[in-house]
C-alpha cells in the first residue's frame, strides 16, 4: 500500500538553529499538508498546499514557517529559527484529488522534533 | 466555529471485552468525520470515515462507528477487544466543501486493553 514517508523520524536542535523536515508523498497526490502534534495536546493544522502554493495556513504557521516542493516528489517544512515551543511530533500528509471534497488524508509517520 | 470533543483521555478495559470510545463535534455546517489511530511510534492510520449515507460505518480491525446527527456524536465501538488495539485514537471533523484538508482534531482517547 502507498506510504507517505518522513525524514528524519527524530532530531534534536538547539534554539534558534534551522530546521528542515522532509516529506515523500503518495506519487499521484495533489495536496499537501503538514499538522503538527505537542506532546499530550491535539493534532494541529498548520499548512495546505496545491498547485505549487499555499491553499491555507493556520494562526501557528508564521513567518518562521515556510514549505516547498523543490522537485517534484518531496514536500519540506523549514523552520527558520526554532524555538523551545517548536518541539513537536510533525506530520505530513496527502491526498489526491478524487476525494477533495472529503479530505481524506494519508499520514506519514511523523518526524519528532526537540528544540535544546 | 468547528470543534471536536473526546471525553475520555483514557479508557482501560480488559481484552476481549466491548469498548465504546465517545467523540462529540460541534458545527453550524455539514461535515464529515473520522477516526484514526495512532500506534506507538506509528503514524495517523485511518480507521474509518462518515461521509454520508449509512450512519453506520465500518472500518478496519473490527471497529465501527455510528454518525449520530441529533446528538452531535461519531462514537467508535468495538465488541471485542485484542491487546493489539492498545493505541490512541483520534476523532476528526472536515467540513463544507473545503479543497483544503484542514482537520480539526479532538484531544485523543488512550485505549489501554488488558489481558
Known amino acids: 500500500e502507498p506510504e507517505v514517508t518522513q525524514t528524519p523520524s527524530h532530531q534534536v536542535t538547539q534554539m534558534g538553529q534551522e530546521v528542515i523536515l522532509r516529506c515523500v508523498p503518495i506519487?499521484?497526490?495533489?495536496?499537501f499538508y503538514w499538522y503538527r502534534q505537542i506532546l499530550g495536546q491535539k493534532v494541529e493544522f498548520l499548512v495546505s498546499?496545491?498547485?505549487?502554493?499555499?491553499?491555507?495556513k493556520s494562526e501557528i504557521f508564521d513567518d518562521q514557517f515556510s514549505v516547498e516542493r523543490p522537485d517534484g516528489s518531496n514536500f519540506t517544512l523549514k523552520i527558520r529559527s526554532t524555538k523551545l515551543e517548536d518541539s513537536a511530533m510533525y506530520f505530513c500528509?496527502?491526498?489526491?484529488?478524487?476525494?477533495?471534497?472529503?479530505?481524506?488524508?494519508?499520514f506519514g509517520a511523523g518526524s519528532r522534533l526537540t528544540v535544546l | 466555529a468547528q470543534s471536536v470533543t473526546q471525553l475520555d483521555s483514557q479508557v482501560p478495559v480488559f481484552e476481549e471485552a466491548p469498548v465504546e470510545l465517545r467523540c462529540n463535534y460541534s458545527?453550524?455546517?455539514?461535515?464529515?468525520l473520522f477516526w484514526y489511530v495512532q500506534y506507538p511510534n506509528q503514524g495517523l492510520q485511518l480507521l474509518l470515515k462518515?461521509?454520508?449515507?449509512?450512519?453506520l460505518v465500518k472500518g478496519i480491525n473490527g471497529f465501527e462507528a455510528e454518525f449520530n446527527k441529533s446528538q452531535t456524536s461519531f462514537h467508535l465501538r468495538k465488541p471485542s477487544v485484542h491487546i493489539s488495539d492498545t493505541a490512541e485514537y483520534f476523532c476528526?471533523?472536515?467540513?463544507?466543501?473545503?479543497?483544503?484538508?484542514?482537520?480539526?482534531f479532538g484531544q485523543g482517547t488512550t485505549l489501554q486493553v488488558k489481558p
Open positions: 500528509a496527502s491526498k489526491n484529488g478524487r476525494s477533495s471534497g472529503a479530505n481524506v488524508l494519508t
Open positions: 506519487s499521484n497526490h495533489l495536496y
Open positions: 498546499f496545491y498547485n505549487n502554493e499555499i491553499s491555507e
Open positions: 458545527s453550524s455546517v455539514s461535515v464529515y
Open positions: 462518515y461521509l454520508s449515507g449509512s450512519t
Open positions: 476528526a471533523l472536515s467540513y463544507g466543501s473545503s479543497n483544503t484538508g484542514k482537520l480539526i
